[in-house]
């Protein structure tokens, strides 16, 4: 069978295919994968991947990019769900990350690709100091790597990833046999998608996931803060209180805004762990325009829509990532303001027809600073 009637039987649904077929998959052209390090913050390097079947062959794009972001179709999961998926590559992956009003930019973004068929995307987000979303931004991928060699389900390899993160920080810390160390903290927002379809988010702290389908912002993640009921719960039950600032912000036992994070291990009796929620969906290449993720320096001052909606006027990743970043110090962010894009097949379909650039708004942002 050759290559131009296997496509035929892709675009008309057809979800049978022979052995014989995918074995001439098998020996198509291959493309190679590559890992990179996002915003050049983690000092990660750039690391090859071995080649297999899940690469994508190059003699065919997905056609529904509205011409703006063209890739070859991923074989085996078109196979496999009877319709063409998009190849998602990592160097049409938009990111920006800029200081705010603070002294040092903590937070850090990170992609990656873990194996042929599955792709890493992070944002920790850190506090007192970088030195733990340093540490999680440098090692995530490789626990995630030893959970995978034991675990198949992803959300399992997420929380046994994290969990083992955060005991591995503390060693690292006690090596400084400082106490003041040991304070130090981040969120992790992480998100592995596998197959070009399956996408598996896990989260603790506030930075946030969200996905634009059909022009609609769908929250992925939820802000572990002690304003939740069921977190100021267990935080108590350990012994810990949460107070309030002058601002309205809650805190645990005063000093932290989170009630989940890797790190701040002085705060762990108290109830504070590192434990995330997750949460599994499917990507629908036909409807979803995007996976964003994004520090509290956005989610602070933007809602979900109205970062959607921004996005979804930008030509590129990259341009959007750059315009939510500076919208963000425009409306008056202090903090690090970070945001990773991850385009997908309906990116470009979905245009908002709503004014969402608040001349109002920015008037009000730039008197702040008067």
Known sequence: MSGS??????????????????????????????????????????????????????????????????????????????????????????????????KQNEDRLRVAQISDDLLFFSVFDGHGGPHAADYCCTFMEKFIRDALEEEDDLEKVLRRAFLDADSALYTHLSYFNDASVLSVGTTATVALLRGGVELVVGSVGDSRAMICRKGAARKLTKDHTPDRKDERLRIQRHGGFVTWNSVGQANVNGRLAMTRSIGDFHLKTCGVIAEPDTKRINVKHGDDSFLALTSDGVN????????????????????????????????????????????????????????????????????RWA
Do not use: H
Request: hydrophobic share 35%; aromatic share 6%; net charge neutral.
């Open 5 to 102: 009637v296997l496509v035929k039987l892709l675009r008309c649904g057809r979800t049978a295919v022979s052995k014989q077929a995918f074995l001439i998959v098998r020996a198509s052209p291959e493309t190679t994968a590559t890992t990179q390090s996002a915003g050049g913050v983690c000092g990660a390097g750039t690391r090859g991947v071995s080649s297999s079947v899940q690469r994508p062959v190059t003699w065919e794009s997905f056609g529904i990019w509205d011409n703006r972001i063209e890739e070859p179709i991923l074989l085996p999961s078109s196979i496999r769900y009877g319709k063409p998926i998009p190849q998602v590559s990592l160097s049409r992956v938009g990111s920006a990350s800029v200081l705010g009003m603070r």
């Open 300 to 367: 602070f001052l933007m809602s979900d829509q109205e970062i959607c909606d921004i996005i979804s006027q930008c030509q590129d990743p990259t341009e959007a990532a750059e315009v939510i970043a500076q919208q963000a110090l425009q409306y008056g962010s202090e903090d690090n303001s970070s945001i990773l894009i991850v385009p997908f097949g309906a990116w470009g379909k979905q245009q908002s027809t709503n004014a969402v650039y608040s001349m109002s708004r920015n008037f009000a942002s730039s008197g």
